[in-house]
């Protein structure tokens, strides 16, 4: 019996990376963020995105079950979605456990958006117009203002940022770069410690998950902006390190469907992103801005990667083919028919 052989065009380059080992890299660089939210907030953080991995793995089959697709969920897309979605939320608060019923209720809305209609609807994995753990986020940050908006604080965290997310803190400058690497302060689960994301990152790079290009030029073009705007050295740090930056360059700003394939597209979509976000922040009443300029740079990738593809290799450009003048090719030749 003959194999089963497909005929494709050429050229042929064999790439040892497949959608599970991607997916599977994004989640051990997402590991670390785990931990340290776990040792920031407790356990009831581990459940929040237990719970929140299962609802996306469960609507993904579901879903294709109900339709009588083949079941996506072993590209382990759907645990990455759920991790993401876990890590954008605010740990539950053990002092009143009706906020940890609360969590685990906006975990599942929130899959079931990201997973169902934004991701299924639109064709699965590599169909979706963004990313599908941040419009599940922005839903839930719409839909759930007050719960959304509910910051647990670890036990170590300093007298100043009791009452709020250093991004609401009325003199950032007096905040500590150190408590903001180590994220003893308030804000969502993955979010809050800046270095468990740094290690993430240096991880996604070494493997080559990821390209360095969009998180270094949207984290830069944020530092600059603060610089521009008279904030100085260490206010612009301090701004760079508060809210989900970080976590939203690197884990969610880097999605393979909704970011551009070329360098130059790359750079110009951080550029836009930083822009944005600082718009946002600085013009805007938001004290965040990520995931919704995130959202609206989604939105445009298509158009960057037009206007920003690469020139086929050997590819020659066709001279222009100069057209004789009308009343040239009409004026008869000499010793026609009429002389």
């Known amino acids: ?24 890299n994004v989640i051990l660089a997402l590991m670390p963020t785990v931990i340290a939210s776990a040792i920031l907030f407790g356990w009831q953080t581990l459940l929040v995105t237990a719970v929140s991995v299962g609802a996306c793995v469960f609507f993904e089959w579901g879903f294709c079950k109900l339709l009588k697709r083949p079941s996506p969920i072993g590209d382990l897309s759907a645990v990455v979605t759920g991790i993401i979605l876990a890590m954008n939320l605010p740990s539950p608060d053990m002092s009143d456990l ?3 019923g609360m969590s685990i209720f906006m975990v599942i809305v929130g899959a079931l958006v990201a997973i169902v209609i934004v991701k299924q ?5 590599g169909m979706n117009f963004a990313n599908p753990a941040l419009v599940g986020r922005i839903v839930l940050f719409v839909s759930f203002a007050t719960a959304m908006n509910h910051w647990v604080y670890p036990n170590a965290a300093v007298d100043q940022l009791a009452s709020a997310t250093p991004l609401q803190v009325a003199n950032p400058a007096s905040l500590s770069v150190f408590d903001l690497l ?3 302060h308030g804000g969502c689960m993955g979010e809050v410690c800046i270095l468990a994301i740094l290690m993430g990152f240096a991880f996604l790079v070494f493997t080559k998950t990821i390209s360095p290009a969009i998180p270094l030029t949207y984290i830069g073009t944020m530092f600059v902006c603060y610089l521009l705007s008279g ?3 260490r206010g612009s740090l301090i701004g760079i390190l508060s809210g989900g930056l970080f976590f939203g360059a690197v884990f ?3 999605d393979y469907v909704t970011s551009p394939f070329t360098l130059k597209g790359k ?11 600082f718009a946002i922040r600085h013009f805007g009443s938001l004290t965040e801005g990520v995931s919704f300029s995130i959202l609206f740079m989604n939105l445009w990738v298509q158009f960057i990667n037009d206007h920003t593809r690469q020139t086929a290799y050997g590819y020659v450009k066709p001279a222009k083919v100069q057209k004789a003048p009308a ?8 010793g026609g028919a009429d002389k």
């Open 182 to 184: 180590m994220g003893t």
């Open 252 to 254: 969610m700003a880097t």
């Open 231 to 233: 904030a100085g050295l």
């Open 98 to 100: 009706s906020t940890l």
């Open 1 to 24: 019996m003959e194999p089963n052989l497909i005929v494709s065009a050429s050229p042929h380059f064999h790439a040892p990376e497949s959608t599970r080992s991607l997916m599977g």
């Open 121 to 125: 609807l639109f064709g699965g994995i």
């Open 267 to 277: 750079l110009i979509y951080g550029l836009c992103l930083g822009i944005i976000t």
């Open 327 to 334: 009343a040239a090719a009409e004026k008869p030749a000499k």
